[in-house]
């Protein structure tokens, strides 16, 4: 089991910056690739961006190629979204998710067994 919480999310100005964390407990936090999502009213969850247990490798949505980061730091159980730039279809809520098989950086949403609760990210024009 896992236990995932977020925290970061705010409202910001179009082309400023947020950073999300997630912090995990329950488990050993290296075996599990982390991924970032987020879901908008009545449309379903999408994949932001995700890294696998070790952290050698990261894959991200394209819409946000160049201006997110996913990282983690295992020795504390946590994974970040720095995300730069921001523009106003940024705004969602925005989910951590574990995924128990650590070498892969899936992209999609079943392929994920924890998640979190959710932060909102408002960006205003």
């Known amino acids: 089991q896992v236990q995932l919480v977020e925290s970061g999310g705010g409202l910001v100005q179009a082309g400023e910056s947020l950073r999300l964390s997630c912090a995990a407990s329950?488990?050993?936090?290296?075996?599990?690739?982390m991924g970032w999502f987020r879901q908008t009213p009545g449309k379903e969850r999408d994949f932001v961006a995700t890294?696998?247990?070790?952290?050698?490798?990261?894959v991200y949505e394209d819409s946000v190629k160049g201006r997110f980061t996913i990282s983690r730091d295992n020795a504390k159980n946590t994974v970040y979204l720095q995300m730069n730039s921001l523009k106003p279809e940024d705004t969602a809520v925005y989910y951590c998710?574990?995924?128990?098989?650590?070498?892969?950086?899936?992209?999609?949403?079943?392929?994920?067994?924890?998640w979190g609760q959710g932060t909102q990210v408002t960006v205003s024009s």
């Open positions: 329950g488990s050993t936090f290296s075996r599990y690739a």
């Open positions: 998710a574990a995924n128990r098989w650590g070498t892969s950086p899936s992209t999609r949403a079943p392929q994920y067994q924890y």
């Open positions: 890294i696998t247990g070790s952290g050698g490798s990261t």
